[in-house]
């Protein structure tokens, strides 16, 4: 399957502001990824490589280094909730329960419902108004319980 | 007294600041002119030189003498502003990017000026996506306005600013490791030598510096390296950012100049006490990367110099409080956690021994740790120190000693309880 024209034009702007073409790797990852679902198939490795003229192994070393790639599919949304010190000193450690519990999922999974991804993230750079979470490009700061659910459950 | 000074900060609360007409109308680009066409780009590494300005990233080098390190070469050569902050309790530079992104992007023109690069590239963690679409727009008016690309301002200056997004990884933070991660690769540090002044991206001469220094370069051309000398004090001289988060009445980002009081003032006066009005336990002025300080080692006045001697230092300006609710093996616990899911896995006793200190002090959480386990983990954490390619494991090794060192008995404690827990079944 190849990438959109828009994509690939895109990643051909990407490739002017460097000396070489795999600097753009990166950059171009996330919008390949949010051109095919949100995650990275095998093909999409596959096409990706291609489109860099890049050993497949390397597109995967990469999808596995960053937790930024996912390397299966995802829900409608990731959530990705801080569990590092200050977000922890203020309460996440309630909402990680909270979500298993009324949400059904833990680090990593997706809702049955396919609504959301729920990842548990490392310091998120917004530990002034801890407790926090980014909900897509989205961000939530001083959680409790009741603010989470309003995000939670208004997502479709 | 504990007081504001506002420098980089001095017109963040205003929405304007962050259009170009907003930030030109407050004095921005100023700078860039003054040194496009009365300046030599060595009389501004001078200017810096004369500030006194350390980087703000961690390390606290003199960035004039950091710029000096860049060899005389046909070489390209770049900048690198390393925006991945991403030690836990900094959102610093984010303010910066967010708020007053211009100050970043002209600070950016007049270091590469100094030091003859023709392209910078900023590296946001992509965690940040405010931030990148704040610096994405800013370039754009910028370039229209003919602030960068070819011939700036009609001078012979050419100069590109481009935004390069990360996708989640704490080490591409360390300056090598992101140049191996901008090249797209994994990113893994790199032995040096050699710097990345000598030799960095593409192998050519490339200067990393913080978002937050970057900005500094602004003002100091604005204002001269002299005026900044003045501010704060000998060896911590300007103003800095500090993020003030955790168990404190008010917390939030404050520019503060170093040196005018102490730690305590800092967080019982300024910061209002703790939330909960316990008694403080504790507080990791630098990030979670450096030794915790106890409630009464506070007295220190608030600069580079000072904090170091207490044994702790001011890092990246993340200051993380805590009250007497929190236990130290916990906070231990999960300080190990995130060092180890964010070790590289390229040296054997940061890969190896952070996750066993991590399952070390699991245990101790646990109450199932054995007499022996406390010097068990501070000879693991021992080896650690200095035998790695960069400076992640003593990221783990610092923290989790100062809290056994600073709290031993309750991880002496926990041992106890585990014998208990063994005799009872
Ligand atoms: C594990 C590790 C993580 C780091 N993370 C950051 C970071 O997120 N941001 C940063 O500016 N410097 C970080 N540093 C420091 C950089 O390696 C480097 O010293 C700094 O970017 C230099 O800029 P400065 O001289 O302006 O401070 C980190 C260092 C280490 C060892
Ligand atoms: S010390 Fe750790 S993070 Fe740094 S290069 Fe070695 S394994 Fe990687
Ligand atoms: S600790 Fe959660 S945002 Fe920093």
Known sequence: MSFSPELVGQVENLWTRYPEKKAALIPAMHLIQKERDGWFSNETIVDTAELFGVPDMHVRGIVGFYDMFHATPVGRHVVRLCKTLTCKLCGAGELIKHVSTKYGVKNGETTADGRFTFKLFECLGHCTTAPMMLVDEEKHESLDIEALDGVLEGLK | ?425
């Not at chain 2, 980087?55 to 070469?73: E, H, I, L």
């Not at chain 2, 990246?316 to 409080?321: D, F, K, L, N, R």
Request: proline fraction near 5%; glycine fraction near 10%; include cysteine.
């Open chain 2, 1 to 425: 007294m504990t007081r504001e000074t506002r420098v980089m900060l001095e017109y963040a609360d205003d929405p304007a600041q962050k259009t170009l007409e907003g930030y030109r109308e407050n004095g921005g680009y100023q700078a860039l002119e003054k040194a496009l066409r009365e300046m030599s780009p060595d009389q501004v590494t001078a200017e810096v030189e004369t500030s006194g300005l350390r980087g703000r990233g961690g390390a606290g080098f003199p960035t004039g003498r950091k710029w000096r390190f860049v060899p005389k070469t046909d070489k390209p050569k770049y900048l690198a502003v390393n925006a991945d902050e991403s030690e836990p309790g900094t959102c610093k530079d984010r303010q910066i990017m967010e708020r007053d992104p211009h100050q970043l992007i002209e600070g950016s023109l007049l270091s590469c000026y100094a030091f003859g690069a023709k392209t910078a590239y900023i590296y946001v963690r992509g965690e940040y996506p405010h931030s990148i679409k704040a610096l994405e727009d800013a370039i754009d008016e910028a370039r229209a306005a003919n602030l960068l690309g070819d011939k700036i301002l009609g001078t012979d200056f050419c100069c590109d600013v481009w935004v390069h997004p990360g996708a989640g990884a704490y080490i591409c933070g360390e300056e090598t490791a992101l140049l191996t991660s901008l090249e797209g690769n994994r990113g893994y540090p790199r032995i040096r030598p050699p710097f990345p002044a000598v030799e960095g991206l593409w192998h050519c001469p490339t200067i990393v510096n913080n978002v937050e220094t970057i900005a500094c370069v602004t003002h100091i051309i604005k204002r001269g390296g002299e005026w900044f000398s003045k501010l704060g004090c000998e060896g911590s001289t300007g103003t800095r950012l500090f993020c003030v988060s955790g168990h404190v009445k008010r917390p939030g980002v404050y520019e503060f100049e170093c040196g005018k009081f102490t730690l305590r003032e800092l967080i019982e006066g300024f910061c209002g006490g703790t939330l909960s009005g316990r008694p403080l336990k504790g507080v990791m002025p630098g990030g979670s990367s450096m030794p915790v300080l106890r409630a009464d080692e506070l007295d220190v006045t608030f600069d580079i110099e000072s904090v170091q001697k207490a044994g702790s230092s001011l890092g990246s300006g993340a200051i993380m409080v805590f009250d007497d609710s929190v236990g130290a093996v916990g906070a231990a616990v999960n300080i190990a956690e995130f060092y180890s899911h964010e070790s590289c896995g390229q040296c054997t006793p940061c890969r190896e021994g952070s996750d066993w200190v991590r399952r070390m002090l699991l245990q101790f959480a646990a109450q199932d740790a054995r007499d022996g386990d406390l010097d068990l983990l501070m000879d693991v954490t021992d080896k650690m120190d200095g035998t790695t390619i960069c400076a992640l494991a003593e990221a783990l090794v610092w923290p989790v000693q100062s809290f056994v060192r600073k709290f031993r008995s309750e991880f002496e404690a926990a041992v106890r309880e585990s014998a208990v827990g063994t005799a009872t079944q």
